[in-house]
């Protein structure tokens, strides 16, 4: 398996598409700027909008996240993830998306919440 790392260019603070399941087995695609590698099998979003995607993982923790360069090189993840309202993922949030007082392109000053994916495989794509 290709190592998280070698992808950091393409994730940390970069766009990523995240794919989860409604409970009624339809598909939701929603896109997250806030990202960042944490630990060597993990990735933190910061929510600042996903509604959908929030709900669908309550029912069904598997996602596909898909990251890319310029030229459409980059890397399927594959893993669980789990929502946190508070604590120290929505924390680390709040420091690093937010710090300096930044603010989301939909206006918000800090994250609804932290979503942590634990990675289960990883695919590169060319």
Not at 34 to 47: C, K
Not at 82 to 106: H, L, Q
């Amino acid at each position: 398996m290709p190592e998280i790392a070698q992808y950091e260019s393409i994730i940390n603070n970069k766009p990523i598409h995240i794919a989860t399941v409604t409970p009624d087995n339809r598909p939701n695609l929603a896109v997250a700027s806030d990202v960042q590698i944490y630990e060597n099998d993990r990735i933190i979003i910061s929510v600042n909008e996903m509604a959908h995607t929030q709900e669908n993982l309550r029912h069904n923790p598997e996602v596909v996240l898909t990251a890319f360069d310029k030229d459409w090189k980059g890397v399927r993840i594959f893993g669980r993830a789990k929502f946190y309202a508070n604590g120290k993922y929505y924390d680390f949030c709040e420091k690093t998306f937010f710090g300096n007082g930044e603010v989301s392109p939909f206006g918000a000053t800090k994250p609804k919440g932290a979503i942590l994916v634990k990675i289960d495989r990883l695919e590169s794509y060319v």
